[in-house]
Nanobody
Framework: HVQLVESGGGSVQAGGSLRLSCEASGYTVGRNCMIWWRQGPGKKREGVALVDSYSDPRYADSVKGRFIISKDNAKNTLYLQMNSLKPEDTAMYYC???????????????????WGQGTQVTVS
């Protein structure tokens, strides 16, 4: 039974930072494709950052240079370090995991087999 549990969301002022965590159980973070999605109010779900065993992490243009996705294999946890936050970053953030070692460059939701419950990030 796979579980992904996000944490680290909250309210922050513009320019601030947050670090989101996604702890996995029943799934090996280090080997596989994982992604952070977000969905803001009235917006479509957007793939923010993804990481796999095939190539360097990839980022949406909207967060490039500000967000960093990483994994801690020993803790079996995925992270998203978010810096220089903007009000438009306000969203529910979800981690998701695929049952394969590579991610498509253009993420699509059906590619991901497991999802967390989400953590809210509010930037004012």
């Amino acid at each position: 039974h796979v579980q992904l549990v996000e944490s680290g969301g909250g309210s922050v002022q513009a320019g601030g930072s947050l670090r989101l965590s996604c702890e996995a159980s029943g799934y090996t973070v280090g080997r596989n494709c994982m992604i952070w999605w977000r969905q803001g109010p009235g917006k479509k779900r957007e793939g923010v950052a993804l990481v796999d065993s095939y190539s360097d992490p990839r980022y949406a243009d909207s967060v490039k240079g500000r967000f960093i996705i990483s994994k801690d294999n020993a803790k079996n946890t995925l992270y998203l370090q978010m810096n220089s936050l903007k009000p438009e970053d306000t969203a529910m953030y979800y981690c998701a995991a695929a049952r394969r070692w590579y991610c498509s460059d253009t993420p699509y939701e059906a590619e991901y087999d497991y999802w967390g419950q989400g953590t809210q990030v509010t930037v004012s």
